[in-house]
């Protein structure tokens, strides 16, 4: 083999054969590691599995992003609703006429019921 000479070429160069054991030791590391990385791109059960369980992740975090706005907007509209209410009560507070207009017309229509039924007698 020319590679196992030394650079005098008389083969007596430990130095090369040494570079060239280091070199082969580097080869057989990247062998493996390459053979690793096949290996693992052949392994379709186990990619599926990595993918499921990547998808499966990323739809937790999807629905875990739909809760939190929908439980925002849910706080929203419970506190506008409150906000309302709150307005309401307010007004009719403040202004109760609706409500004595209210009482007057059932206190009429009971008026009149009363006048028509004693007709009726």
Not at 22 to 27: K, L, N
Not at 47 to 54: H, I, N, P, V
Request: avoid cysteine.
């Amino acid at each position: 083999m020319t590679g196992t000479t030394g650079s005098n070429g008389n083969g007596n160069g430990t130095g090369d054969t040494e570079a060239l054991r280091e070199e082969i030791r580097r080869t057989r590391v990247e062998l493996g590691e390459t053979m690793e990385m096949l290996a693992a791109k052949a392994d379709v059960k186990a990619r599926l599995k990595d993918s499921a369980e990547q998808a499966k992740e990323r739809v937790r975090e999807q629905a875990a992003l739909t809760v939190a706005r929908v439980r925002g907007q849910a706080a929203q509209g419970v506190d506008l609703a409150r906000a309302q209410a709150y307005d309401t009560s307010v007004a009719v507070r403040r202004d109760p006429v609706p409500w004595a207009t209210i009482a007057a017309g059932a206190v009429a229509a009971v008026v009149v019921l009363l006048i028509i039924r004693g007709r009726r007698r």
